[in-house]
C-alpha cells in the first residue's frame, strides 16, 4: 500500500487563491512555505546579557511560480493590482484595486486523487513583485507553449 500523500512521480498538485481575487485562480507548480525567525532580544546586566524569548516573529517572503492562463487574466490581475497600489496612471486605476491591503490568500496542496491534504493560510498579504511571462516550449507537441510566472508577497 502506498501511504504517501504526494503522487507516485514526487510532484503535488497546488492552487492558490487570493481573496479579492476570486475570479483568477493560480496553479502553483512551485512554492515554498516562508521560514520564520526569532529575534533574540536581552536584558543587559553588568556581568552578562541574559537572552529572552522573542515576541516579534519574522517571515521570510512568500515566492510563488504560477502558470499563467491562455488570456493572462491570473497574471493581469497582479499587474493592475501592483500599478493601482503603487503609480496608477489614472485616478480611476487606483480607485479599483482588487486586492486590498489586509487580504488572505490560501495555499491549497492536493495528493495524487486530487484531494486536498493542506490547506496553508497566509495572513495579510501584500503583493510585492510580479514576474516577467516566461514562455516555454515543450518537446512534446500537443503541449505546445507553456506561460509561467513569478509572484513575491511579505
Known amino acids: 500500500m502506498n501511504t504517501s500523500v504526494l503522487n507516485s512521480s514526487g510532484r503535488f498538485n497546488a492552487t492558490m487563491q487570493i481573496i479579492g481575487l476570486e475570479d483568477v485562480s493560480f496553479n502553483v507548480t512551485e512554492f515554498a512555505i516562508p ?86 493560510k497566509f495572513h495579510n498579504v501584500i503583493l510585492t513583485n510580479v514576474g516577467e511571462l516566461s514562455f516555454t516550449t515543450t518537446d512534446n507537441s500537443s503541449a505546445g507553449l507553456t506561460m509561467t510566472s513569478t509572484a513575491t508577497f511579505k
Not at 46 to 57: A, E, Q, T, V
Not at 60 to 85: C, F, M, P, R
Open 35 to 120: 521560514s520564520i525567525s526569532l529575534p533574540i532580544p536581552e536584558q543587559v546586566t553588568p556581568f552578562s546579557n541574559i537572552p529572552l524569548h522573542s515576541d516579534k516573529p519574522i517571515f521570510d517572503d512568500l515566492n510563488i511560480t504560477y502558470i499563467v492562463d491562455e488570456q493572462l487574466k491570473n497574471w493581469l490581475s497582479l499587474y493592475n493590482t501592483a500599478i493601482g497600489h503603487s503609480y496608477p496612471i489614472e485616478y480611476e486605476n487606483r480607485c479599483n484595486v482588487a486586492m486590498p491591503h489586509d487580504t488572505f490568500a490560501y495555499i491549497h496542496i492536493y495528493n495524487s486523487r486530487n484531494r486536498n491534504i493542506l490547506s496553508v
